[in-house]
């Protein structure tokens, strides 16, 4: 019987003694977040048991840097086989000095070792595993009479962190369906940033944004101004409530938006396993609909059988697809007969742009793995 693949996370560097255990127990709870079942196939590793390394498995390497630079030799030796490695440092300006010569051409992050917050590095090594999508994309809804420079201050932060961030008056090019681009991009976000000022509310543009997130499960953080009510919204979101020395004129200071930005890192890996759920469980339901079997794999996707007896794998993919992630699916996925006789990208179109609705039909013309509106997956599987 053909093995299950193992995802793979080695802990390298001198910093590993002292942190790696928390960094693990934060993994943990990571894949718990993310798929019952996925931290039974994860496997976490130093260097003492690097000889268990499974060839070909999906695997990343975190490195704690220090001054010692150990494990050197290591880094090469996986680098050579094409495992990305996650360099984390004390401090940036100290980069080349906590890290070995081979790490010098990779992009590192600093973390304060007396406080230390791993959630993004977590967050970044289920991304190159493929557990989590690489895209981070993020949407700002406010009211722009009231919190317009709050809102700019988030967006040039989050750009800093690596996010596609929407900011209505910046994001949307000229000539073009506004409402289109606007519910597009709701669709494609992992996370809504929803600036609740005292008159937020009042406008009909923002109650729809609220509302369209929550139709389309995208996660709500709620940063609200100390004047404004904690009832609102309350089951939509997740809630971040500002004090008076937190909000300088319609700005924030720079200590908060720093910690919003850390609020969202946590909310977005959370919201993308719930979607990918959603999707596996609208396929699963679809199935049970029409009398055929299914069964959900540890790996974070599912088998359905269809009425000719033909397996599907069903590859959920949250948020908009483009055509790297079909790439990705073709190349990453083993079809053929081995797992299931044919793949498909598993996807929401609710909100999608028509126009973007068309490309997908038409890469579906040239592409082995073809996608699949989770709302059609009754008649795919009957054949219709």
């Not at 977040?33 to 070909?56: H, K």
């Not at 030796?77 to 790490?103: C, F, H, M, N, W």
């Amino acid at each position: 019987m053909k093995s299950e693949p193992v995802y793979q996370i080695i802990l390298l560097g001198n910093g590993v003694e002292a942190h790696g255990a928390v960094l693990e127990a934060l993994v943990q709870k990571r894949a718990n977040e993310v798929s019952q079942g996925l931290f039974r196939v994860l496997r976490i590793m130093r260097a003492a048991t690097i000889g268990q390394l499974i060839p070909n498995a999906p695997t990343v390497v975190v490195y704690f840097g220090g001054d010692a630079n150990t494990d050197r030799q290591l880094v090469r030796r996986l680098q050579g086989d094409a495992v990305p490695v996650i360099p984390i440092v004390s401090d940036l300006k100290k980069y080349r000095a906590e890290t070995p010569d081979a790490l010098h051409k990779v992009n590192g992050t600093a973390v304060d070792w007396k406080h230390p917050d791993f959630t993004e590095i977590v967050n970044v090594v289920f991304e190159n595993l493929s557990l989590l999508r690489r895209e981070r994309r993020l949407f700002i809804s406010y009211l722009r009479e009231e919190s317009q420079d709050a809102a700019h201050q988030l967006r040039v932060s989050f750009d800093d962190a690596g996010y596609d961030t929407f900011l209505d008056i910046s994001s949307v090019p000229k000539g073009d369906d506004f409402q289109a681009v606007l519910m597009h991009r709701l669709l494609d976000s992992d996370v809504m940033i929803v600036l609740d000022t005292p008159g937020f509310l009042t406008s009909r543009w923002t109650q729809e944004e609220v509302a369209q997130a929550s139709a389309m499960s995208v996660g709500i953080l709620r940063v609200a101004w100390p004047s404004v009510s904690g009832a609102r919204f309350a089951e939509l979101a997740e809630h971040f409530v500002l004090k008076e020395e937190d909000v300088e004129g319609k700005g924030l200071t720079i200590g908060v938006v720093g910690r919003i930005v850390r609020a969202a890192e946590a909310l977005r890996a959370r919201n993308v396993a719930a979607r990918h759920d959603n999707l596996v469980g609208e396929f699963c339901e679809a199935a049970t609909s029409v009398g055929l079997d299914y069964a959900i794999q540890p790996q974070r996707f599912v088998i359905g059988w269809k009425a000719d007896g033909r397996r599907v794998a069903a590859i959920p993919a949250v948020g908009v697809p483009d055509a790297q992630r079909f790439h990705d699916a073709s190349r990453r996925f083993p079809v053929a007969g081995e797992v299931a006789d044919e793949a498909v990208l598993l996807y929401d179109h609710r909100g999608m742009h028509g126009e973007w609705t068309e490309f997908l039909g038409w890469l579906d013309q040239y592409l082995p793995v073809k996608g699949l509106r989770v709302t059609n997956t009754a008649a795919f599987l009957r054949g219709d």
